[in-house]
């Protein structure tokens, strides 16, 4: 059974950065892309960010580009999302994902595997 628990969120200002982490139980971490989905209520999950299974591709959505940053450390079994510049429509409850595909996913019901999702507040 994969795990994944995420941690880091909280409350910032606008404009201020936080960093998500998603740790994975289990010893195959390396097989899996990761991603980031985040979630507000009444509205479908939507991708965030994803990465490839050795870090070498990375994909985002367009509202994030250029101020969120994933990047994973296999050794560790981590993915993080770093979040600069954060807005309040970045206010949402983040998931992490894991995936036994070849090539980074958007769409949630590709993943097999998800965390518990922590919740990100930007006040204004």
């Known amino acids: 059974q994969v795990q994944l628990v995420e941690s880091g969120g909280g409350l910032v200002q606008a404009g201020g950065s936080l960093r998500l982490s998603c740790a994975r139980s289990g010893r195959t971490f390396s097989s899996y892309l990761m991603g980031w989905f985040r979630q507000t209520p009444g509205k479908e999950r939507e991708f965030v960010a994803g990465i490839s299974r050795n870090g070498g591709t990375t994909l985002y959505a367009d509202s994030v580009k250029g101020r969120f940053t994933i990047s994973r450390d296999n050794a560790k079994n981590t993915v993080y999302l770093q979040m600069n510049s954060l807005k309040p429509e970045d206010t949402a409850v983040y998931y992490c994902?894991?995936?036994?595909?070849?090539?980074?996913?958007?769409?949630?019901?590709?993943?097999?595997?998800w965390g518990q999702g922590t919740q990100v507040t930007v006040s204004s």
């Open positions: 994902a894991a995936d036994s595909g070849l090539i980074v996913e958007v769409t949630p019901r590709r993943y097999e595997y």
